[in-house]
């Protein structure tokens, strides 16, 4: 009997894993990544095609949040399957054209990759045949300073990513990393963040007696206060 689930011919990219490297064009010249992006986060993220509707609100969106991401230490990077010309030539008309939601006069700083082999959507996973063999879905990575994936997340076709969730990924990330906490669902700063589970019965009977800062549902859900101001100051650049 075949198996119901092909093995694909690459290993994709994994969470926890380093974010695979290579070499590329793009509309700010070339980019070796994600040795250049060292020390900085960075969203890497592809979109189908230029000159498409969605992709067009989605450009503008993403770059008219660019300063508030880079004030989180988060670059972007793009992707399409399209040319260097083609590139240039939407974004020239995003902004001198595009007029959306009140963004008007957008211009696109961060780098969009020129990748008409394909070979950097298929290495990241981005070319879903079931969607669209010749355009590559709308794809997030979030990797860190250290060039590790931290987050992967797909749209199909059809839907346009939400920027604001994607700001908080990033900094419910750094949050996470900063305060040795996870961020329960929802999260946003300010909010109760969650103290990691005790590893013995020991600790937890501990945590239980000992709730201190801390609010106990039962041993294993236990959240405390971490204020907003302590998260901004300490994830976003002055
Ligand atoms: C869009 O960005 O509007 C789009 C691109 C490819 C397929 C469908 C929609």
């Excluded at 969009?112 to 794809?139: C, F, H, N, W």
Aim: net charge neutral; with cysteine.
């Amino acid at each position: 009997m075949e198996p119901s689930i092909q093995p694909s011919a690459v290993m994709l990219p994994r969470i926890g894993e380093k974010a695979p490297a290579f070499k590329v064009v793009t509309t700010q010249g070339e980019i070796d990544f994600p040795k250049q992006y060292e020390g900085s986060w960075v969203i890497l993220f592809s979109h189908p095609a230029d000159f498409t509707p969605v992709c067009t609100s989605e450009f503008m969106t993403f770059a008219s949040m660019e300063d508030q991401f880079a004030k989180a230490n988060c670059k972007l990077v793009g992707l399409s399957v399209d040319g260097l010309y083609s590139h240039i030539a939407w974004l020239r008309t995003i902004k001198e054209k595009i007029e959306y939601k009140g963004m008007k006069n957008v211009e696109v700083k961060f780098p969009l990759i020129e990748d008409i082999t394909m070979e950097v959507a298929k290495r990241y996973g981005m070319i879903q045949p079931g969607e669209s063999s010749t355009k590559a879905v709308r794809a997030v990575f979030v990797i860190d300073p250290k060039g590790v994936i931290r987050t992967i997340i797909y749209y199909p076709l059809s839907l346009g990513r939400n920027f604001d969730e994607l700001y908080r990924v990033i900094l419910a990330l750094q949050t996470a990393d900063a305060f040795s906490v996870a961020t329960p669902a929802d999260w946003r700063p300010g909010d109760d963040v969650i103290v990691p589970t005790a590893g013995s019965c020991g600790v937890a009977k501990e945590r239980m007696d000992n709730k201190k800062d801390m609010t106990c549902y039962d041993w294993f859900f236990c959240t405390k206060k971490l204020p907003k101001e302590t998260v901004l100051s300490t994830v976003l650049k002055k």
